[in-house]
């Protein structure tokens, strides 16, 4: 049976996009008779407050949004994320790194991204292990995954075929912080693996994560989801939406609005309605195919 999911972060109020994000997910699980789980991303425990994860739920409910099984928050969830960082290490996969965000823009070496960003240029890669010993009594370190050199490829249920080459456009990336707190990578990949996870809708902005997750699924030998990524809702003149957009959180949109009322308006500028007619996300189910949903992003006016 199909597993998809809703994994939101409550770092602050659910607003337009993640009631989208979550919209379509419910969608692609249920028109294909499965369940949803959900799992409350709170790894960063400054910016997640329980008092969001309660509104989130309340949210969830209220948008008729109902999940069919939990897993554990990821906060809880932290000796779980460091034995497989361990397991990782004893295959020689991760190594510790003391460079900062400075050293790394300043290094010499940095190469740099197709998009401009710095790539991480492997300072601590091949430090002997005596260097690793003298460094470590001083400081704590964040850990690095070991990135091969090749081509990670997988199509993408929305957006077709996907490629990139994680050595040139990512480098070794962070699986655990030096504050110890656990990348999203690495807790993201672990959580959908133990749930079982086989089908991750989420915004467009997370295909490039994608690569990297997929290293992790092939190191940790499991199968991976189909990928569904979807576009982002943006302003009517473009600009994309983002928290900061006070008016599109829930707090004030479950003023202006019924549930029906901003499911019908998602639905339909979504492609999946032909109206902008109130409606249920249980009424959407039957009609729900991917191929109705545009791969450009979505301008959308409230
Ligand atoms: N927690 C992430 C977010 O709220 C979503 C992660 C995912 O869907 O993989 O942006």
Redesign the pocket.
């Known amino acids: 049976m199909e597993l998809g999911r809703f994994?939101?972060?409550p770092s602050g109020r659910m607003h337009l996009g993640?009631v989208f994000?979550a919209l379509m997910a419910w969608l692609s699980a249920k028109s294909a008779g499965g369940e949803v789980l959900l799992r409350i991303?709170d790894l960063d425990t400054v910016r997640c407050t329980a008092q969001n994860t309660a509104l989130l739920r309340d949210d969830l409910r209220w948008l008729g949004l109902r999940w069919d099984r939990e897993q554990p928050c990821q906060s809880s969830q932290g000796a779980r994320y460091a034995a497989i960082l361990e397991e990782l290490r004893q295959r020689g996969l991760v190594y510790p790194c003391w460079c900062s965000r400075a050293d790394i823009e300043h290094a010499a070496n940095a190469p740099h991204a197709s998009d401009g960003h710095t790539v991480y240029p492997g300072t601590c890669r091949a430090l002997s292990e005596e260097e690793r010993a003298e460094r470590m009594a001083k400081k704590t370190p964040l850990w690095r995954l070991r990135v091969p050199d090749g081509t990670v490829s997988f199509t993408d249920g929305h957006f077709g075929p996907y490629r990139e080459n994680l050595a040139v456009e990512c480098g070794d990336f962070i699986l655990r912080r030096a504050d110890g707190i656990f990348a999203?990578q690495l807790a993201?990949v672990a959580d959908d693996i133990a749930a079982g996870v086989t089908q991750?809708v989420?915004?467009r902005d997370?295909l490039p994560s994608t690569p990297r997750q997929l290293l992790l699924y092939r190191l940790l030998d499991a199968a991976p989801p189909q990928y569904y990524h979807i576009p982002l809702l943006t302003a009517p003149d473009g600009r994309r939406l983002s928290k900061r957009d006070r008016d599109l959180d829930l707090g004030l949109l479950r003023q202006r609005f019924t549930a029906e009322e901003l499911i019908g308006r998602l639905a339909h500028a979504a492609g999946l309605t032909d109206t902008d007619r109130p409606c249920t996300a249980e009424a959407l189910i039957p009609a729900f195919s991917w191929d109705k949903v545009p791969r450009e992003d979505i301008a959308i006016h409230l």
Do not use: D, F, H, Q
Request: no cysteine; charged share 15%; glycine share 8%.
């Open positions: 994994a939101p972060t993640n994000s991303e999203y993201v991750v989420r915004g997370l």
